[in-house]
């Protein structure tokens, strides 16, 4: 196995201050005394003194062909994050309670060359590098187990994702764990609505406004998937129209409604007590999210989630960042998410029929990735299935600059005043045009209502601020 593996990366070793700064009242943690030794079997195990824990720590191996340089030399270049995060002991999670924390690593199991064979460094040729995070500002991936194994505080964070296990794109994020991206929004101020430039708006819906959010958060890189339902909300198995069981896993779970997701746990209850800003009901999906994981989760408000799916980009622009052709057919939008002329629907002639309930993942709703991220890596954005916010749905939302549209004192209310009828849906859906699909547009569905093109994805806080 890997016979030049790594033999000698010990002598160097760097101790790390925190990457990212506390924003609120946590302490910053500091790495000290960080060692690193190398075994016979060629296990590598690094130690570390922390002040001030908890904190998330995580690893980075660095090489440098300069054995004599100096710890701070920037010359020292990541082995790359796929090869480390099959470290083990203290890292990728919250770490306390210790006086020395303890790091293993297994490089010939995973750091080889094109024809499988290991590294060998010199002396002095390799270090650890230790980042301690502080628990309001932790890394920018989140993985939650949602198994029977996974549980409060079992969460583990990545900093970036080349150090996710097995890529971001590995099925196990689509079926029994949820990977969830850091959106750094707090104090941001930003344009939502649209112009008109973007000619399929609707001038009174997408009026254009400045928002701030007032916090960060994290949101879930796909939409929930039918495996992951299940895993959650057993009581209500495979409730989706597209159910082919070939597929049917990892495609959006669809006829959920808000009320069984958040509110109850059925399609009728309209339960008020549970309504924003009460945490949800525990028999309802999130309740039971949350109770399995600890964690705070949520719908997004459609501010958040307007945020999330421009990635940066303004108006006129995918989240990718490529423009908005204002057609039926976008052909940009073809790189980014399932609808309606992009195989969600069945072309005939010169017509788009619906498909078959039974059809595979290649019309109807697709598998949740199948198409390319935004800027900040999310997927399906545009398209595949609507997604369910927080919010009561009102045409003009424009002065409440990004608030959730929900009396907090009466929240069966608008934040203007009338009683709430209807909840938002964003991001269009495999059944409709591609100008229906655009970061900007607005629309709303009863709270009990089942459809096949609706689903959702998921926030949480998990002590962002």
Same mark, same amino acid.
């Given at each position: 196995m890997n016979k030049n593996a790594i033999t000698r990366? =010990?002598? $160097?070793? @760097?101790?790390? /201050?925190?990457?990212? %700064?506390?924003?609120?009242?946590?302490?910053i943690p500091e790495v000290s005394d960080v060692t690193m030794?190398?075994?016979?079997?060629?296990?590598?195990?690094?130690?570390?003194r922390l002040s001030d824990a908890p904190a998330v720590v995580t690893l980075d191996i660095q090489t440098n062909a300069n054995t004599s340089a100096a710890a701070d030399d920037p010359g020292w270049t990541s082995i790359g994050g796929r090869n480390i995060c099959n470290a083990q002991g203290d890292v990728w999670k919250k770490v306390s309670g210790k006086d020395t924390y303890t790091i293993t690593w297994q490089p010939d199991r995973v750091w080889t060359d094109a024809e499988g064979e290991g590294f060998k460094i010199a002396?002095?040729?390799?270090? =650890?590098? $230790?980042? @301690?995070?502080? /628990?309001?500002?932790? %890394?920018?991936?989140?993985?939650?187990d949602i198994t029977a194994t996974g549980g409060a505080d079992t969460q583990t964070y990545y900093p970036a994702a080349d150090f996710v296990p097995g890529s971001v794109t590995n099925s196990l994020y689509k079926t029994t764990k949820l990977l969830m991206r850091k959106i750094m929004a707090k104090g941001i101020e930003w344009t939502m609505g649209s112009t008109t430039l973007e000619t399929k708006r609707n001038a009174t819906r997408e009026a254009t406004h400045q928002v701030k959010l007032d916090g960060n958060y994290y949101?879930?890189?796909?939409?929930?998937t039918q495996a992951q339902w299940d895993l959650i909300q057993p009581s209500r198995l495979a409730p989706s129209y597209f159910n082919n069981a070939a597929d049917r896993a990892m495609r959006p779970v669809e006829l959920v409604c808000y009320n069984e997701i958040r509110n109850s746990n059925n399609s009728t209850t309209a339960d008020a007590t549970y309504n924003w800003p009460a945490d949800p009901n525990p028999n309802s999906f999130l309740g039971k999210l949350r109770t399995k994981s600890g964690l705070d989760f949520d719908l997004p408000s459609e501010a958040q989630w307007e945020f999330a799916a421009r990635a940066g980009n303004g108006d006129t622009k995918w989240g990718d960042g490529s423009g908005i052709l204002n057609a039926d057919k976008d052909e940009n939008l073809d790189l980014l998410g399932r609808y309606e002329r992009d195989g969600g629907k069945v072309q005939n002639g010169t017509s788009y029929a619906n498909p078959a309930q039974s059809c595979r993942a290649t019309n109807g709703t697709a598998i949740v990735g199948s198409y390319a991220p935004n800027a900040w890596g999310l997927?399906?954005?545009?398209?595949?299935?609507?997604?369910?916010?927080?919010?009561?749905?009102?045409?003009?939302?424009t002065a409440h600059g990004g608030k959730v549209n929900i009396d907090p004192a009466t929240p069966a209310n608008t934040l203007s005043g009338a009683s709430g009828a209807s909840r938002v849906r964003r991001g269009g859906s495999w059944g409709i045009a591609a100008g229906n699909c655009r970061p900007a547009y607005r629309n709303n569905g009863a709270p009990t209502d089942r459809y096949n093109s609706s689903g959702f994805r998921v926030v949480c806080t998990a002590g962002l601020q």
């Open positions: 990366v =010990a002598a $160097v070793a @760097a101790a790390v /201050v925190a990457t990212a %700064p506390s924003s609120s009242q946590a302490m030794t190398q075994s016979a079997t060629r296990r590598v195990t690094i130690t570390y002396a002095n040729g390799a270090r =650890a590098r $230790v980042t @301690a995070w502080p /628990v309001d500002n932790t %890394p920018n991936y989140m993985v939650v949101i879930g890189v796909y939409e929930v997927y399906d954005m545009h398209g595949n299935v609507w997604e369910w916010c927080l919010d009561w749905y009102a045409d003009d939302i």
